[in-house]
T-cell receptor
Framework: TQLLEQSPQFLSIQEGENLTVYCNSS?????LQWYRQEPGEGPVLLVT?????EVKKLKRLTFQFGDARKDSSLHITAAQPGDTGLYLC????????????FGKGTHLIIQP | GAVVSQHPSWVICKSGTSVKIECRSL??????MFWYRQFPKQSLMLMAT?????????EQGVEKDKFLINHASLTLSTLTVTSAHPEDSSFYIC?????????????FGPGTRLTVL
């Protein structure tokens, strides 16, 4: 069973601060995706990283895929209250499984 | 584009009854659909993978006779929870993909909240 360890599980910071969420595994994934999920809704895809060492930016969000394709990070610059939500990382292609392997998620609260 | 819908959004049923949840890809043909379950404060867990026209592949620990999956067309997959019990209460989420490859993006539905009394 492939596991994705996500940290931290809970994070509450002030508006304007920076933060990083980590996603680590002992398994190699073909691709890794980051999602944001609002309560009572399905996850919404933020980004997919495929190549080891790849860096993608989405406004104030920077995503990085580890060189060995086992880990990833999400960095948010100057966090805003609108960034509050559950952030999930998910790996594809780990051990030949078809579906996605999700991390436990990071509950992020940005206080105004 | 790539919109996935689920019906119903929420359902409350009595213990012992069966509940059917629909997952539709509205603007694309989904070769593969996935069903996930999410318990409160936890992450999504893959239950099964279904390919159009063939039997679903279930993850270890998921009872195929309890969670019946039908993927009869390229735009519709159904999950039937048979003889539901309170421990089946959960948030069920489907996703749909153009293809079965690991780099094919999965588009998620809005989820169905099932409460079994």
């Amino acid at each position: 069973t492939q596991l994705l360890e996500q940290s931290p599980q809970f994070l509450s910071i002030q508006e304007g601060e920076n933060l990083t969420v980590y996603c680590n595994s002992s398994s190699v994934f073909s691709s890794l995706q980051w999602y944001r999920q609002e309560p009572g809704e399905g996850p919404v895809l933020l980004v997919t990283v495929v190549t080891g060492g790849e860096v993608k930016k989405l406004k104030r969000l920077t995503f990085q895929f580890g060189d060995a394709r086992k880990d990833s990070s999400l960095h948010i610059t100057a966090a805003q209250p609108g960034d509050t939500g559950l952030y999930l990382c998910a790996g594809a292609g780990g051990g030949g499984a078809d579906g996605l392997t999700f991390g436990k998620g990071t509950h992020l609260i940005i206080q105004p | 584009g790539a919109v996935v819908s689920q019906h119903p959004s929420w359902v409350i049923c009595k213990s012992g009854t069966s509940v059917k949840i629909e997952c539709r890809s509205l603007d694309f043909q989904a070769t593969t659909m996935f069903w996930y379950r999410q318990f409160p404060k936890q992450s999504l867990m893959l239950m099964a993978t279904s390919n159009e026209g063939s039997k679903a592949t279930y993850e270890q620990g998921v009872e195929k006779d309890k969670f019946l999956i039908n993927h009869a067309s390229l735009t519709l997959s159904t999950l039937t929870v048979t003889s539901a019990h309170p421990e089946d209460s959960s948030f069920y989420i489907c996703s749909a993909s153009h293809g079965a490859g690991v780099t094919d993006t999965q588009y998620f539905g809005p989820g169905t909240r099932l409460t079994v009394l």
